[in-house]
């Protein structure tokens, strides 16, 4: 009796040991990320406050040489700023506390070219102290970007100006504590006003700023503070300024170099940094910076332009749904405040974000899972995914690398968003999913995704109404560690209308779903039900502001679309020739974005002249990149003249289009004073790539 005894405990004791031995926790795979990282990654929305000289000049990149007197928000109000932000949901703001101009937003002891210098509060301001107290006194986080290129600067581009960064970076760590997140861009060296110097300097961009000196010392002095760079090596860049990561991205990276040496800010293959790489060599996920509005300094003439919820919602799933971070461009007027139009943009982003999340259809559901991790139900099993903890997670044993789980709602649901989460302390492991519904007593595929990470999300083309769902592991190198799975409605929304003219001048309004009534002004002022029913193209020659939404027969209205046009190209005649075969200069003048001029390779090939069919008087023109996101032929400086009779020509403006290959919006220029003429002729001086300039329109703003 005794021996059986013996024995019966020994068996237990084996069973259990077994036990414990299958319900270790899975081993973490690849790349992991640090703690800091896993803070950011929680945060999904973050803002970044461009503020400074450039919003008084009307300018997206300083030169370095206006009068610091210029500066002088009579009515800043950073509450106003840090409570529209937060309305929209963004968590924490980081702030431009010095562009490329080189102008610090603090009373630096490192340049005279700083706050103190301008007449606000007298020169005894401190913006970014304002801003900062601003965050914490309404709950965001504070993050820092001090430009290390530096166009006022007579030191920049050798060893004296890289010790003035240096402690610039140091002020702005010490004085206005904790910060979230240091900010760091490729805009590295070019023409500047250089102390008067006004000339063009070229630096080494893979050796000059001795990055991992430089970032030493934000470990030193922040060791919580994470750093974004075009390589990390805590956030990368998206690659773009679009908001927008690839379908399949991965957060595992391993920056490579596009001109040999080594991969630093502004020397890294940025195609890359849009996918990352499955098994990258790092953790570094990708945060994706988009303004609010076309640009991201404040700029009148944008008024109105500001995104709409639907079209950040669409951001929002392309970068905070893709393992990543949406950082969101906002900024202020020169009154220092966010206009009426921002604030409402912000409000009602934050809404739909709110209504769409706010409840997870699958709450509630039953669920049975085709295998847990040891039969561990508690710390392992598929209902972990329903729970609102993060890092709680439905596991599998080592060898079942494909399961699935079926989730029986109990009652019909319609959804149009997917939420899938890992728990990424063990790292990303999964490679691909599907999800089907339970339709006619049978599955069927609804969706897939490639990669997950921190939070993948999947936007439906349409509504799905079902009360089974089926979540399919289809591939993975390892046992899963899946931590959520949620179905959402997004609220329906009256389709936006799409405006556009053509070259004759007549104005059309469309949407992509059927819609009761479209309405719109000419005049700047907001449409409403009152406003003119659009039933067919109507002329604009004259150009102005178009704004229209649309309505159901409840009266409901859609977002407002806005659409600034030129004065219409009808009559306008090419007067160039030059250009490649199939694409011709009169693409530039079609009043059509999506076709383009590309003009031959030499030197006076690279500019277009137009008769205008009679004298105007020019108040400003306009150039549209090509917008098929190429950088070849993106003209990033030019000469802009005007003739009355075509032979005699006068230059009516010059310079650059700052920013144009990361952000290729249409840029507007103000002729200062404005000029009158028949003829007007562009001229590329220098191009981002290739050996051609390129233009999608040419337009002209009148009086």
Same mark, same amino acid.
């Given at each position: 009796?005794?021996?059986?005894?013996?024995?019966?405990?020994?068996?237990?004791?084996?069973?259990?040991?077994?036990?414990?031995?299958?319900?270790?926790?899975?081993?973490?795979?690849?790349?992991?990320?640090?703690?800091?990282?896993?803070?950011?990654?929680?945060?999904?929305?973050?803002?970044?406050?461009?503020?400074?000289?450039?919003?008084?000049?009307?300018?997206?990149?300083?030169?370095?040489?206006?009068?610091?007197?210029?500066?002088?928000?009579?009515?800043?109000?950073?509450?106003? %700023?840090?409570?529209?932000?937060?309305?929209?949901?963004?968590?924490?703001?980081?702030?431009?506390?010095?562009?490329?101009?080189?102008?610090?937003?603090?009373?630096?002891?490192?340049?005279?070219?700083?706050?103190?210098?301008?007449?606000?509060?007298?020169?005894?301001?401190?913006?970014?102290?304002?801003?900062?107290?601003?965050?914490?006194?309404?709950?965001?986080?504070? &993050? #820092?970007?001090?430009?290390?290129?530096?166009?006022?600067?007579?030191?920049?581009?050798?060893?004296k100006y890289l010790q003035i960064y240096r402690e610039q970076l140091k002020e702005l760590y010490t004085s206005y504590g904790?910060?979230?997140?240091? +900010?760091?861009?490729?805009?590295?060296?070019?023409?500047?006003?250089?102390?008067?110097?006004?000339?063009?300097?070229?630096?080494?961009?893979?050796?000059?700023?001795? +990055?991992?000196?430089?970032?030493?010392?934000?470990?030193?002095?922040?060791?919580?503070?994470?750093?974004?760079?075009?390589?990390?090596? =805590?956030?990368?860049?998206?690659?773009?300024?679009?908001?927008?990561?690839?379908?399949?991205?991965?957060?595992?990276?391993?920056?490579?170099?596009?001109?040999?040496?080594?991969?630093?800010?502004?020397?890294?293959?940025?195609?890359?940094?849009?996918?990352?790489?499955?098994? &990258?060599?790092?953790?570094?996920?990708?945060?994706? =910076?988009?303004?609010?509005?076309?640009?991201?300094?404040?700029?009148?003439?944008?008024?109105?332009?500001?995104?709409?919820?639907?079209?950040?919602?669409?951001?929002?799933?392309?970068?905070?749904?893709?393992? &990543?971070?949406?950082?969101?461009?906002? $900024?202020?007027?020169?009154?220092?405040?966010?206009?009426?139009?921002?604030?409402?943009?912000?409000?009602?982003?934050?809404?739909?974000?709110?209504?769409?999340?706010?409840?997870?259809?699958?709450?509630?559901?039953?669920?049975?899972?085709?295998?847990?991790?040891?039969?561990?139900?508690?710390?392992?099993?598929?209902?972990?995914?329903?729970?609102?903890?993060?890092?709680?997670?439905?596991?599998?044993?080592?060898?079942?690398?494909?399961?699935?789980?079926?989730?029986?709602?109990?009652?019909?649901?319609?959804?149009?968003v997917i939420e899938l989460r890992e728990n990424i302390k063990l790292g990303q492991r999964i490679t691909s999913v599907a999800? =089907?519904?339970?339709?006619?007593?049978?599955?069927?595929? %609804?969706?897939?995704? #490639?990669?997950?990470?921190?939070?993948?999300?999947?936007?439906?083309?349409?509504?799905?109404?079902?009360?089974?769902?089926?979540?399919?592991?289809?591939?993975?190198?390892?046992?899963?560690?899946?931590?959520?799975?949620?179905?959402?409605?997004?609220?329906?929304?009256?389709?936006?209308?799409?405006?556009?003219?053509?070259?004759?001048?007549?104005?059309?309004?469309?949407?992509?779903?059927?819609?009761?009534?479209?309405?719109?002004?000419?005049?700047?002022?907001?449409?409403?039900?009152?406003?003119? #029913?659009?039933?067919?193209?109507?002329?604009?020659?004259?150009? &102005? #502001?178009?704004?229209? %939404?649309?309505?159901?027969?409840?009266?409901?209205?859609?977002?407002?679309a806005t659409e600034n046009f030129g004065i219409s190209k009808a009559g306008w005649k090419i007067l160039t020739q030059t250009?490649?075969?199939?694409?011709?200069?009169?693409?530039?003048?079609?009043?059509?974005?999506?076709?383009?001029?590309?003009?031959?390779?030499?030197?006076?090939?690279?500019?277009?002249?137009?008769?205008?069919?009679?004298?105007?008087?020019?108040? $400003?023109?306009?150039?549209?990149?090509?917008?098929?996101?190429?950088?070849?032929?993106?003209? =990033?400086?030019? $000469?802009?003249?005007?003739?009355?009779?075509?032979?005699?020509?006068?230059?009516?403006?010059?310079?650059?289009?700052?920013?144009?290959?990361?952000?290729?919006?249409?840029?507007?220029?103000?002729?200062?004073?404005?000029?009158?003429?028949?003829? %007007?002729?562009?001229?590329?001086?220098?191009?981002?790539?290739?050996?051609?300039?390129?233009?999608?329109?040419?337009?002209?703003?009148?009086?």
């Open positions: 009796m005794r021996k059986k005894l013996i024995a019966a405990i020994a068996v237990t004791a084996l069973l259990c040991t077994a036990k414990a031995q299958s319900v270790m926790p899975p081993k973490p795979y690849g790349a992991l990320p640090a703690q800091r990282q896993l803070a950011w990654e929680k945060m999904q929305f973050i803002g970044i406050v461009h503020f400074g000289l450039n919003t008084f000049t009307d300018k997206e990149w300083g030169y370095g040489d206006v009068n610091p007197k210029l500066f002088n928000p009579k009515d800043f109000d950073p509450e106003q %700023i840090i409570l529209a932000a937060k309305s929209a949901g963004i968590q924490g703001l980081i702030l431009v506390c010095k562009h490329h101009d080189g102008f610090c937003l603090w009373p630096t002891k490192t340049t005279a070219y700083n706050i103190s210098k301008s007449p606000w509060m007298n020169g005894k301001g401190d913006m970014v102290k304002a801003f900062a107290d601003a965050c914490r006194k309404n709950g965001l986080k504070f &993050g #820092v970007y001090c430009s290390p290129w530096d166009r006022n600067s007579k030191y920049y581009g050798t060893a904790d910060i979230f997140e240091s +900010w760091h861009d490729g805009a590295n060296g070019g023409d500047g006003y250089y102390g008067g110097a006004n000339e063009t300097r070229k630096i080494d961009r893979s050796v000059y700023y001795d +990055w991992d000196s430089t970032w030493k010392i934000t470990r030193m002095l922040q060791p919580d503070a994470t750093i974004f760079s075009d390589v990390g090596p =805590d956030e990368r860049w998206a690659g773009n300024e679009y908001g927008y990561l690839a379908d399949t991205t991965w957060a595992t990276f391993t920056p490579h170099p596009v001109r040999g040496a080594k991969a630093t800010p502004g020397n890294v293959k940025y195609w890359e940094n849009t996918t990352g790489q499955r098994d &990258g060599e790092y953790w570094m996920p990708a945060e994706c =910076d988009v303004p609010l509005r076309p640009g991201f300094f404040y700029h009148e003439n944008q008024e109105g332009e500001q995104k709409s919820p639907s079209a950040l919602f669409d951001i929002y799933v392309h970068s905070a749904g893709r393992s &990543g971070n949406m950082n969101l461009g906002i $900024a202020p007027g020169k009154n220092g405040k966010l206009s009426d139009g921002d604030v409402a943009a912000l409000k009602n982003f934050g809404e739909l974000l709110r209504k769409t999340f706010a409840h997870n259809l699958l709450e509630g559901a039953m669920v049975k899972a085709s295998n847990i991790r040891g039969n561990d139900i508690k710390d392992y099993g598929a209902a972990n995914l329903l729970d609102k903890d993060i890092y709680s997670y439905w596991a599998t044993d080592d060898n079942e690398i494909t399961p699935s789980a079926v989730f029986d709602l109990k009652r019909p649901a319609q959804f149009n999800i =089907d519904e339970w339709s006619n007593n049978q599955w069927k595929e %609804i969706a897939t995704a #490639v990669g997950i990470g921190a939070c993948r999300l999947i936007k439906m083309p349409t509504y799905i109404t079902t009360g089974k769902v089926r979540l399919r592991i289809t591939a993975s190198p390892v046992s899963i560690a899946l931590s959520s799975f949620g179905l959402y409605a997004e609220p329906e929304e009256l389709s936006i209308p799409q405006i556009s003219r053509n070259k004759a001048g007549f104005v059309s309004l469309k949407t992509s779903t059927a819609v009761s009534t479209m309405h719109y002004t000419t005049d700047s002022s907001e449409p409403t039900l009152n406003s003119p #029913v659009y039933h067919r193209p109507f002329i604009l020659k004259n150009g &102005g #502001v178009v704004k229209a %939404i649309s309505a159901d027969k409840t009266g409901k209205t859609s977002n407002v250009a490649e075969q199939n694409f011709p200069v009169e693409n530039a003048i079609d009043d059509n974005n999506y076709t383009f001029w590309k003009s031959g390779a030499s030197d006076t090939g690279k500019q277009i002249t137009i008769d205008l069919g009679e004298q105007k008087s020019i108040k $400003a023109f306009s150039y549209l990149p090509r917008q098929d996101k190429k950088p070849e032929g993106l003209v =990033d400086k030019y $000469a802009f003249y005007v003739s009355v009779n075509g032979k005699d020509w006068k230059q009516a403006a010059s310079g650059e289009f700052a920013n144009i290959q990361s952000s290729p919006i249409k840029q507007i220029i103000n002729l200062a004073p404005e000029t009158t003429g028949r003829f %007007i002729k562009f001229q590329a001086l220098h191009v981002i790539a290739g050996s051609y300039a390129s233009a999608a329109e040419i337009g002209i703003i009148t009086p």
